[in-house]
T-cell receptor, first 116, second 113 residues
Framework: AQSVTQLDSQVPVFEEAPVELRCNYS??????LFWYVQYPNQGLQLLLK??????LVKGINGFEAEFNKSQTSFHLRKPSVHISDTAEYFC??????????????FGKGTLLTVNP | SAVISQKPSRDICQRGTSLTIQCQVD?????MFWYRQQPGQSLTLIAT?????????ESGFVIDKFPISRPNLTFSTLTVSNMSPEDSSIYLC??????????FGSGTRLTVV
């Protein structure tokens, strides 16, 4: 079974500082990896995804993530954060070999708080 | 990517009653997914709904508690039955978009009192 571990439940940073949100996954097979963002009182929005190819994935709002197969990690980074990046961030994994049912397994989330 | 309209956006319900949540998609999709997000927790998949067949429930979720309908390729409902305060959560529907980019509805915030 797949599992996702987000190592930090909360990450406070100052505006314009860099940030890294960590995500590790456990799976015996190849996986698809995702980062979603949930702004207060809203649904989930896809930030970026890794399906195959280049291990460095660029997403929306200046975020990027790097897939590291040997470390089974998919950490999310942004070089300079804004107040508006304050949100909950979820890492998720799905198994591409799962037939047509590509279920997502989510981590517990990381609350990013950007302070002025 | 698909656009999902989910309603109601929030509700406060009495224990023992039922609430039906609707999701309307602006394009035809094969599968729709229903998730629960309990307070301070991550998302947990409740069930997968295919049009024209019974929904497939994940471990810990049963049809009697969470009946799902999928009458066509653009619409689904999830009912939370015989509610208790432990059912207070955000419920979200989701569909698979292009290249495995899943789209989520804006969620239904349910409070059971």
């Amino acid at each position: 079974a797949q599992s996702v571990t987000q190592l930090d439940s909360q990450v406070p940073v100052f505006e314009e500082a860099p940030v890294e949100l960590r995500c590790n996954y456990s799976s015996s097979v190849s996986v698809y990896l995702f980062w979603y963002v949930q702004y207060p009182n809203q649904g989930l929005q896809l930030l970026l995804k890794y399906l195959s190819g280049s291990t460095l994935v660029k997403g929306i709002n200046g975020f990027e993530a790097e897939f590291n197969k040997s470390q089974t990690s998919f950490h999310l980074r942004k070089p300079s954060v804004h107040i508006s990046d304050t949100a909950e961030y979820f890492c998720a994994v799905s198994d591409p070999s799962g037939g047509s049912n590509y279920k997502l397994t989510f981590g517990k989330g990381t609350l990013l708080t950007v302070n002025p | 990517s698909a656009v999902i309209s989910q309603k109601p956006s929030r509700d406060i319900c009495q224990r023992g009653t039922s609430l039906t949540i609707q999701c309307q998609v602006d394009s035809q999709v094969t599968m729709m997914f229903w998730y629960r997000q309990q307070p301070g927790q991550s998302l947990t998949l409740i069930a997968t709904a295919n049009q024209g067949s019974e929904a497939t429930y994940e471990s810990g979720f049963v049809i009697d508690k969470f009946p799902i309908s999928r009458p066509n390729l653009t619409f689904s409902t999830l009912t939370v039955s015989n509610m208790s305060p432990e059912d207070s959560s955000i419920y979200l529907c989701s569909v698979e978009g292009q290249s495995r980019g899943y789209t989520f509805g804006s969620g239904t915030r349910l409070t059971v009192v």
